[in-house]
T-cell receptor, first 114, second 109 residues
Framework: NAGVTQTPKFQVLKTGQSMTLQCAQD?????MYWYRQDPGMGLRLIYY???????DKGEVPNGYNVSRLNKREFSLRLESAAPSQTSVYFC?????????????FGEGSRLTVL | GESVGLHLPTLSVQEGDNSIINCAYS??????FIWYKQESGKGPQFIID?????DKRQGQRVTVLLNKTVKHLSLQIAATQPGDSAVYFC????????FGSGTKLNVKP
């Protein structure tokens, strides 16, 4: 039982390049989330998916897109990376209705945009 | 919305002492709170949670206190150990989770 798995763990991009962060959970959770974590700031919600087939914007969605591929997988795409997107990205899932249960986090994906 | 803040960015304690980490939230409608521990280079790990119909909850060596009157949450760690060194942050839920920026706990041997 791996929990929440994110790939890649590290990535360096040049400004304007695109990439996709992958996330998978094996806990049969309905809800999945993407957060970014920046120094001195709390985790900020980028996008979330309350259930398979639905996605919604969070606090900081600009510059990102998401896909809820199936119940297990939720990907985050940067179409044209910018230095302001340098951050640590965390995927999370929860089994209860959206936002009412414990969040389980992955180990993070550290992205640097040059 | 909601705003969550921690009172101290850093806390240093002696091994064996008790630690208290504090958190304040702004929205009285927040009804579910979680404390997370984050070690360097890792994802946040659940420590303990509490719902707004309670004012205290205990786990193994940890206690969370909720004071809804002043919108304050605290995490108490008993007999702090070197393995407790990490960043601790609270999350408050009102429609979605809002996270504080974290308190770094340093445990001195």
């Amino acid at each position: 039982n791996a929990g929440v798995t994110q790939t890649p763990k590290f990535q360096v991009l040049k400004t304007g390049q695109s990439m996709t962060l992958q996330c998978a959970q094996d806990m049969n959770h309905n809800s999945m989330y993407w957060y970014r974590q920046d120094p001195g700031m709390g985790l900020r919600l980028i996008y979330y998916s309350a259930s398979e087939g639905t996605t919604d914007k969070g606090e900081v969605p600009n510059g990102y897109n998401v896909s809820r591929l199936n119940k297990r997988e939720f990907s985050l795409r940067l179409e044209s990376a910018a230095p302001s997107q340098t951050s640590v990205y965390f995927c999370a899932s929860s089994g209860s209705g959206a936002n009412t249960g414990e969040l389980f986090f992955g180990e993070g994906s550290r992205l640097t945009v040059l | 919305g909601e705003s969550v803040g921690l009172h101290l960015p850093t806390l240093s304690v002696q091994e064996g002492d008790n630690s208290i980490i504090n958190c304040a939230y702004s929205n009285s409608a927040s009804d579910y709170f979680i404390w997370y521990k984050q070690e360097s280079g890792k994802g946040p790990q659940f420590i303990i949670d509490i719902r707004s119909n309670m004012d205290k909850r205990q786990g193994q060596r940890v206690t969370v206190l909720l004071n809804k009157t002043v919108k304050h949450l605290s995490l108490q760690i008993a007999a702090t150990q070197p393995g407790d060194s990490a960043v601790y942050f609270c999350a408050a839920n009102h429609n979605k989770f809002y996270f504080g920026s974290g308190t770094k706990l340093n445990v001195k041997p």
